[in-house]
């Protein structure tokens, strides 16, 4: 990506009426734009108190402004920042005055893509940057920061270091096969790449918890009308969301809440009923519930206690000719109408079994137990430490790098196969790599750049 020499602005305080409104300037007349509007006299990294002009003269506010000189700014540009009263009204009259000298209008993230374009920050502190800002738990922002500071990145880094050691000697046994020494044979390359797989390995469990806390779980709930969807919705959000009655078809829509368990993200969807009806309105709802239902990443399907129909009759009684999805778990509802015990009757790791769990949420019998499960379908640990913030192209950067390292490792035991191994290494480090942005694609960059909110 190109370096840009346009000045850009922003409002960098939420949009709306608050005690403080901040404007940001930055890039080559930043400062030049920023002194015409007020009396700085440009003294680095000091905060000037005075009025807050227009071209005229006309004192628009009055506050603070600052100014940072790049390199050493939060972008590697030059920074002018001004810091007023937070109505929308002056923060808009400042916008124009400063679009009219010159400066442009930022994208959404065009501050932090350019301190990434001028290696202020490699592309995971900078993704850590909005996962901060949208952080859903107290974990969640600690998670954040430790990214924004770096640790992901140094491991991700380290184990780039560890490939390109791997490759010398992986590349020596090629180029010079003479040699007494052969690398490939002794050993010791095999356990080079053990190693760095086991330490892929660990990097990815912490990831993958990261990407938990940050992007959270959608648990879609399933079922025939009447078998106590909204009811389940109301006892996990532990408020009543959803209108709850005797009347089938009742949620015609699906309706979501968020939720949180020791601080893992669930948004949970509550679907309208499964079944044919002749109610256009209801036929719609119906649609979007097997919408929901084809990207959950879980599937809780609700089934009155009182119903002895198994899983999978139940499940092509409402969805037929479609196979009983691999993450589904059946829900058996209303155990207060029946002698049924409550709790959890099979692990969610069986793989011949589906998991069975044992509520009344009507009466908040075995919720506890539910999300327990819940937590341990995804692999959740809320007492790990030294956590990071990660995304979902970030765990798919390092499932492909671990596909590579072990296709190389088989390609070394079976077949001897050094270029092989060599190619596979290559891969894998370059799967890296586009985790920090050393190898990453324009329209990568500006497809996340895109999702940041303006101003930064």
Known sequence: MQISNTTICAQTTPPGSGGVGIIRLSGPQALNIGQQLSRNKGQPRYAHYGPILDQQGVQIDAGLTLYFPGPDSFTGEDVFEFQGHGGQVIMDMLLRELTQ???????????SERAFINDKLDLAQAESIADLINASSEQAARNAIRSMQGEFSQ?????????????????????????????????????LVDSASAQLQAVLKVAQQGSLLQEGMQIVIAGAPNAGK??????????????????????????????????????????????????????????????AIQDADQILLLQDAREQTSPQQLWQSLIPDQALPKHLSLVRNKVDLTAEAV??????????????????????????????????????????????????????????????????????????????????????????????????????LGHIFSSFCIGK
């Open 101 to 111: 000298l010159g400066a442009e209008i930022a994208r959404p993230g065009e501050f």
């Open 155 to 191: 491991q991700v880094d380290s184990l780039v270091e560890q490939l390109i050691h791997l490759r010398l000697f992986v590349e020596a046994a090629i180029d010079f096969p003479e040699e007494e020494i052969d690398f490939l044979a002794d050993g010791k390359v095999s356990g």
């Open 343 to 444: 709790g959890l009757q099979a692990s969610c790791t069986t793989d011949t079994d589906i998991p069975v769990i044992h509520i009344s949420a009507k009466q908040g019998l075995g919720m506890d137990a539910l999300q327990e499960y819940l937590k341990d379908c995804v692999g959740y640990n809320s007492t790990l430490e030294g956590g990071f913030s990660a995304r979902r192209r970030h765990l798919d950067a390092l499932l492909r790098a671990a596909d590579h390292l072990q296709q190389g490792a088989d390609q070394l035991a079976y077949s001897a196969a050094g270029e092989l191994l060599a190619e596979d290494l290559r891969l894998a480090q370059d799967c890296l790599s586009e985790i920090t942005g050393q190898f990453t694609s324009d329209d990568l």
């Open 230 to 291: 909204s009811s389940l919705l109301n006892a996990l959000a532990g408020q009543d969301r959803a209108i709850v009655t005797d009347i089938a078809g009742t949620t015609r829509d699906i309706l979501k809440e968020t939720i949180h368990i020791d601080g893992l993200p669930l948004h949970i969807i509550d679907t309208a009923g499964l079944r044919e009806s002749p109610d256009q309105v209801e036929q719609i709802g119906i649609e979007r519930a097997l919408k």
